[in-house]
């Protein structure tokens, strides 16, 4: 009878979390691109009290680097505890390299927004996309 690899959590933490930093920056460049601005929020020139473009981005990097963080870890869990077929496998791989490579497509052109505030921006939801990715690993982790 075979017995299950093991695999240190650490790992399948820190690979969870790279890849939900890497899911939660495509969503701030497409987001970006299509008008959703992160630094919207510290704007004195606008009447409104907060912009809903600048709202709608913080919680579209938030939930996509909470969900990818979850989702990674839940299947890295399953892969290696021999849960997860083959053919699911390659297929999401597939699927992550055609998203990132559609995320370069969409960003190959020049940035929408000046360049320091772009780049405190870029910044912004790295962090945010870090800690929302980590708590969605962490909780895939102690729900496995």
């Known amino acids: 009878m075979t017995e299950t690899p093991y695999f240190p959590r650490p790992l ?18 497409l987001g970006a691109r299509i008008g959703l601005d992160l630094g919207g929020l510290w704007r004195n020139d606008t009447g409104t009290f907060m912009p ?4 709608l981005a913080w919680w579209l990097i938030a939930t996509v680097g909470f ?8 299947i890295m869990h399953s892969a ?13 791989i597939v ?19 000046p ?8 910044t912004a939801a790295l962090c945010l996309g870090a800690l929302m990715a980590f708590c969605g690993a962490n909780f895939a982790l102690r729900k496995a």
């Open 12 to 29: 399948i933490l820190a690979g969870a979390v790279a890849a939900g930093v890497l899911l939660a920056l495509a969503m701030h460049m």
């Open 52 to 55: 809903v473009g600048s709202a």
């Open 67 to 74: 969900s990818g963080g979850y989702f990674i870890a839940a």
């Open 80 to 92: 290696v505890s021999g849960q997860l077929p083959k053919r699911m496998q390659r297929f999401l």
């Open 95 to 113: 699927v992550g390299v055609l998203l990132l490579a559609g995320t370069g497509q969409a960003i190959s052109g020049p940035s929408p927004v």
């Open 115 to 122: 360049s320091l505030s772009g780049a405190l921006a870029g």
